[in-house]
């Protein structure tokens, strides 16, 4: 054997381990997301798929579903004027909530990271308080605080600001009160991440330039927490999208949603495509609003890069 070969040899074999490497760091992240996958695929895809094809199947009779094929459920979602009325209804009551819960959350978060550290686990277990209580018993809450003999009327009447009693029950603004009260916490801990994660000497500096307070808002804590801002206010979006049961407790009897017309379709009519279609178009609204705010927080960040 040549001495010349050694050396040929020791080459060929250090570049193999930094290929091999190089394919073990490329796939180890796919290594690592593979059993999440799994678990995404069998619990959640495959149901949307099951969904997806049981909104074209046929409903006859008082049968729960026929085998087939037809396009006549989603014909009839956009031909019904109360379906239209409760699509578009269930997107109004989502966005205002969103946003009501964004800016809520948003000076809520804000207060608790600018607050000495003694002050967050107080303020965070108030934000965490909603999460330990159930749907049904915030709205049995709800219920002793707008009707008229309530906890609010009472206070409005005794401070003054009302001569008689009032009741906000079973109106819309009691329907977008527990939306935003259920959805808050979540808003909160997505934008109090967001800005553990900022510089508080940002805001020394910027005062020591003589920028004043709105300005330094301007200029530094929003650009850095557009894209926090944005996917609570995804989350939020989701959330009071998909509820149905706030709304249809505090809200008035005209106030139909799309998770209610899925349940009644479900549970009271017995018309399975008619349901799947309304879930198919629920989880088609959420991913259009998902890919929007994605494409805006992505250019965001281009531009700041």
């Known amino acids: 054997m040549s001495l010349a070969a050694i050396p040929s040899r020791e080459t060929n074999a250090a570049s193999e381990g930094r290929r091999s490497a190089a394919l073990l760091e490329r796939f180890t992240p796919l290594m690592l997301l593979t059993p999440a996958l799994a678990i995404a695929v069998v619990f959640f895809g495959l149901p949307a798929l099951t969904m997806l094809r049981m909104s074209f199947n046929l409903h006859v009779d008082q049968r729960l579903f026929v085998p087939g094929l037809t396009f006549d459920h989603y014909g009839e979602i956009v031909s019904n004027p109360l379906f239209r009325g409760a699509v578009w209804t269930t997107i109004r ?64 009447v005794s401070t003054g600001i009302v ?71 995804s989350q939020c979006f989701i959330w009071t999208m998909g509820t149905y049961a706030t709304p249809t407790a505090l809200g008035p009897d005209a106030l139909w949603t799309m998770g209610l017309l899925v349940q009644e379709q479900m549970l009271s009519k017995h018309n399975w495509p008619l349901a799947s279609a309304f879930a198919m178009l629920l989880v088609a609204i959420i991913a259009m609003v998902m890919f929007v705010a994605r494409s805006l927080s992505t250019r965001r960040i281009d531009y700041h890069d």
Not at 126 to 151: D, R
Not at 164 to 184: D, H, N, R
Not at 188 to 216: K, N
């Open 163 to 233: 001569h008689e009693k009032i009741s906000l029950m079973y109106t819309e603004f009691a329907a977008l009160v527990g939306l935003t009260y259920l959805s808050l916490p979540f808003c909160f801990f997505i934008l109090l991440s967001v800005f553990d994660g900022i510089d508080r000497r940002l805001l020394e500096s910027s005062a020591d330039l003589g920028a004043g307070p709105f300005t330094a808002f301007r200029e530094i804590l929003l650009p850095l927490t557009r894209g926090g801002v944005l996917a609570a206010f």
């Open 93 to 156: 009551l989502a966005l205002i909530a969103s946003l009501v819960t964004v800016m809520l959350g948003y000076c809520f978060a804000m207060l608790t990271w600018l607050k000495p550290r003694r002050w967050r686990l107080y303020l965070m277990g108030l934000a965490l308080a909603p999460m330990l209580v159930s749907e049904i018993s915030i709205i049995f809450g709800w219920w002793m605080f707008f009707p008229k003999n309530g906890l609010l009327s009472y206070a409005l």
